[in-house]
């Protein structure tokens, strides 16, 4: 248990140190030298850079704390992304931010308490503001009211603290990173009849007769219902799989298809059962086809490890049955639901590899300020979980539907889904997207996708340029 009030106990800066090896380059120590002071540097190597450290502040589960700006470009620097750079924490900054110091340099700004605080979401630690759903929702959260949940601003200062390592070791081999973007589609409903009761058919049958008066409809859902017995029917509207990975094919880019596999919500969770022969196929064809099949925790799941580890065991059972045989498991919990740390020990305890939950359903952005994967760690038991976070940048629902930002399909939904890749172009991350299977039915949907995963369509002005060291 953590058993003291600054976010730099040793198990943090063990994790630090792996983080900034992933994300800068090997080779660096991290070193407190005192209160308020931590120092970067290189084995067997002169120089250092130092940083304050605000050990206190970036423990705190709570979303009150200051918020100021830094004007970068004033100091000369080459920014990741226009504009003052957010920097939580503080209520004004001493300037300039950062000095040198004969060879060394000096951060005025804990960018690593920073770091610790939005990759582990201490934020969000025993929170009682949620949703109707139990979820910490974005509105709450310090990014969404201070403006910058739509900026990667872990990245944004991590791209400083690159070019002060710069500075200082000329000739330090950096990590090189490149834009990518990661497509994944939550399999709540692969079927709009195929699993439906016949009188739940009948029902919307009715409806589309009397309400709708759509007379195809109405004659082909019994037939699709029926010939879903053993494959989803290519008729059904729903059925978009083959059309979602021919796509992805066309792009380069491999989609992940994460599947219920658990029933603790009669309502919500899903009317199939991983089990049934059409969803096998299906499975079947998602590997043959070289895309990934992984898990989405049931609704009532996200607090209790035993479910979760219990529908993960279903799940890898079917995938053996079916001869796919994966490097890597992962996925993401049905609504988004995640407790802080519970959610997260429980993904662990159930042996995946990797969970792709941690973005807001009211709000798209940067809920980690990363759009980098990264290795978790438990802010509660002061240690480093084994598994992979893979921030969900944007939902479609979460820009188009009127439930949230309601942006429809049109050109206003674009630019905000194209503002959120260009940010991630920008540091060179991960753009991860979830667009659901059931929401590419029309020809609008359709289009909207195919221009937001695309990946040679970036915009805006200087993305394709790696960022200068
Ligand atoms: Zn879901």
Known sequence: MRDHTFWHSAAALSWMQV???????????????????????????????????????????????????????????????????????????????????????????????????????????????????????????????????ERPIVDEWLHILRLVVGRVWPRVVLRQHRFSIKLSHDVDTPSLYGFKSWTMLGRMMLGDLLKRHDLRAFAQAPFIRVGSRKVLHTADPYNTFDWIMERSEAQGLRSAFYFICGRTDESRDAEYEPEHPAIRQLIRRIHARGHEVGLHPSYA????????????????????????????????????????????????????????TLGYADRPG?????????????P????????????????????????????????????????????????????????????????????????????SDISLEGERRPLRQ
Request: charged share 25%; with cysteine.
């Open 301 to 356: 799941s996200y607090q209790h490890a035993g479910t979760i580890k219990a529908e993960a065991d279903r799940l890898r059972k079917i995938a053996r049955d079916e001869g796919v045989f994966q490097d890597q498991w992962g996925g993401r919990m049905h609504y988004l639901r995640w407790e802080q740390p519970t959610t997260l020990r429980a993904w662990a305890d159930a042996g995946m590899d990797y969970d792709s």
């Open 366 to 378: 940067f809920r980690c300020g990363t759009c980098f994967e990264y290795p978790a760690f438990d």
């Open 19 to 149: 983080l900034l090896e992933e994300r800068v380059g090997q080779g660096f120590v991290l070193r407190v030298e005192s209160d308020d002071r931590l120092t970067i540097r290189r084995l067997g190597e002169p120089g250092a850079i130092s940083l304050k450290l605000d050990g206190a502040t970036f423990l705190r589960a709570d979303s009150e704390m200051a918020c100021t700006q830094w004007d970068g470009v004033a100091e000369g620097w080459a920014m990741a992304l226009p504009g003052q750079l957010p920097a939580p924490g503080v209520q004004c900054l001493e300037l300039p931010l950062i000095r040198s110091v004969g060879g060394d340099y000096h951060i005025g700004y804990d960018i690593l308490g920073l770091t610790f605080w939005m990759l582990t979401r201490q934020e969000e630690v025993g929170r009682e503001d949620l949703d109707s759903h139990g979820r910490f929702p974005a509105t709450s959260s310090h990014a969404f009211r201070h403006d910058y949940l």
């Open 380 to 455: 509660v038991m002061d240690k480093a979980i084994n598994l992979r976070i893979r921030p969900l940048i944007a939902m479609e629902a979460t820009i188009i539907d009127p439930i949230y930002l309601g942006l429809g399909l049109g050109q206003e939904a674009l630019e905000r889904f194209e503002a959120l890749k260009a940010a991630c172009a920008r540091v060179q991350g991960c753009f991860t997207l979830l667009w659901h299977n059931s929401s590419l039915v029309s020809l609008e949907q359709r289009e909207l996708y195919s221009k937001v995963c695309t990946m």
